[in-house]
């Protein structure tokens, strides 16, 4: 029987020490046309940081990426680096790029140890907006805005902010206290937070924000319904569950907020993850670790997969099987209606195996909650809201924007981000806008009252 291991979430790469970071920095080119950052989807100046790291000036490296990001311990660590910026760097030729994740990792987490001074911030008069949702999107719109002078307040269902951050990412990859060191960052900014507020429900919806005196409001809300297999035979058998389920559980299970039995995953059961994201990944990787014989079902090849290759390659690591272009035909019953057996049709033609438990992996879209709940807002034909250019994320309903999944689709932490960052600007220049509107609109009142 495979033994679980309950210590072993803990984090799997703990970073660069002070030397290591310095002596990774030096390696550092500096080039003309830096690609690494030409790679970068929010285009983190990072020749910059990495220079400024590299003379000991933490502060001015940390002073750097925060012109461009308010998520760094987070990206430093979840980003697919070998895809975008350390993708892009030129040392990738001899086999040794810069570990620019790593380096980014580093400079936040001294950031949050050392406690260093922030720059001062403005006065919160520009305007005041509601910020729906705390998740990569929402919380990069806050702290975008609070820097320029707005007056943020981020409304959150759960009891505590982080959205998917908190709760979809396992430990080992994401430590909540890094979650929560980000978080009170942008809470420093002047950010407040309404926890356990689930607008959309209890008389609290767009409108109810409107009247409470709200410039603009920005919907962050991700894409909190797993989508299903229900036109597949069992489907609905106990057994067969969202692999977004599992690692909620799981998470709240290390948080010490639930116990072992409420996890959906028993020791040496012999687990099926279908899909081949990074949910899944994340999935299978976290099954291993709690005593699963764990095999992840994809229905493409394996130079198809969504997940990059280093989470592919830990898992392999670690035990987690594959099998490519095999897909379940059917969850097959055994005792008390409970899941037994799969059917799959694999490239060898069709076969039974046994399974106790299988979690599904294969996307997720938005939930209608608080569109269902507002007037003029429109959606296309999968749910995803509809947003125009000028001003950029704004949505058919005038003062009310959206960005992140819930607008492009489930993609990572820093393309939220970065779609994050062009709404926030659009939100700015529309309050803006709306501003000088009602002060011309008041000295016509007044010069028309004077004749």
């Not at 970071?21 to 285009?43: D, H, S, V, Y």
């Not at 379940?328 to 039974?352: D, M, S, W």
């Not at 806008?433 to 007044?446: I, N, R, S, T």
Request: charged fraction near 25%.
């Amino acid at each position: 029987m495979i033994i679980e291991d309950t210590n072993s979430f803990h984090v799997v790469d703990e970073g660069f020490t002070m030397k290591e970071a310095i002596i990774e920095a030096k390696k550092c080119l500096n080039c003309k046309t830096p690609l690494c950052r030409k790679g970068c989807p929010i285009g983190n100046n990072i020749p910059d940081f990495i220079h400024a790291l590299s003379m000991g000036n933490m502060g001015d490296a940390m002073s750097i990426i925060n012109e461009k990001s308010n998520l760094p311990a987070i990206c430093g660590r979840v980003c697919p680096h070998e895809k975008q910026c350390q993708g892009h760097c030129v040392l990738n030729k001899k086999g040794e790029p810069i570990q620019i994740g790593k380096l980014e990792q580093f400079i936040a987490d001294f950031d949050t140890n050392m406690n260093l001074i922030r720059r001062k911030l403005p006065q919160k008069d520009r305007g005041k907006i509601a910020v729906i949702g705390s998740g990569p999107a929402g919380l990069t719109v806050a702290g975008d805005l609070a820097r320029q002078g707005f007056n943020v307040t981020i409304f959150e269902g759960q009891s505590e902010p982080g959205g998917v951050l908190m709760y979809g990412i396992p430990e080992y990859r994401l430590p909540k206290k890094v979650v929560r060191a980000e978080i009170s960052k942008i809470e420093a900014l002047g950010v407040y937070f309404e926890c356990n507020t689930l607008v959309g429900e209890n008389g609290v919806n767009v409108d109810s924000l409107f009247r409470l005196g709200y410039d603009a409001i920005f919907m962050g809300t991700g894409t909190a319904v797993p989508q299903n297999m229900d036109s597949t035979p069992g489907a609905k058998l106990h057994g067969v569950s969202q692999s977004t389920y599992f690692l909620h559980n799981v998470s709240s299970f290390n948080e010490g907020a639930i116990g072992r039995n409420m996890v959906p995953l028993k020791n040496g059961e012999k687990v099926g993850v279908i899909g081949c994201g990074n949910v899944a990944m994340d999935a299978a990787r976290t099954a291993i670790r709690l005593g699963a014989d764990v095999t992840v079902l994809y229905r493409r090849t394996q130079e198809e997969m969504p997940a990059i290759n280093s989470e592919y390659n830990d898992a392999l690591k670690e035990g987690v099987k594959f099998e490519w272009e095999t897909s379940v035909e059917e969850f097959i019953q055994g005792k008390n209606g409970r899941l037994a057996e799969c059917r799959l049709k694999t490239p060898q033609g069709e076969r039974i195996e046994k399974f106790d438990r299988i979690y599904l992996a294969i996307g997720s879209r938005p939930a209608n909650r608080i569109v269902s709940t507002t007037a003029g807002i429109e959606v296309d034909e999968k749910g995803y809201v509809k947003v125009v250019d000028r001003p950029c994320g704004m949505t058919t309903r005038r003062g009310v924007f959206a960005g992140g999944d819930v607008v492009h689709r489930p993609q990572t932490v820093v393309l939220a981000m970065k779609a994050a960052k062009n709404v926030a600007q659009g939100i700015a220049q529309y309050v803006d806008a709306m501003k000088l509107l009602q002060v011309a609109k008041k000295v016509e009142e007044d010069h028309n009252a004077d004749k």
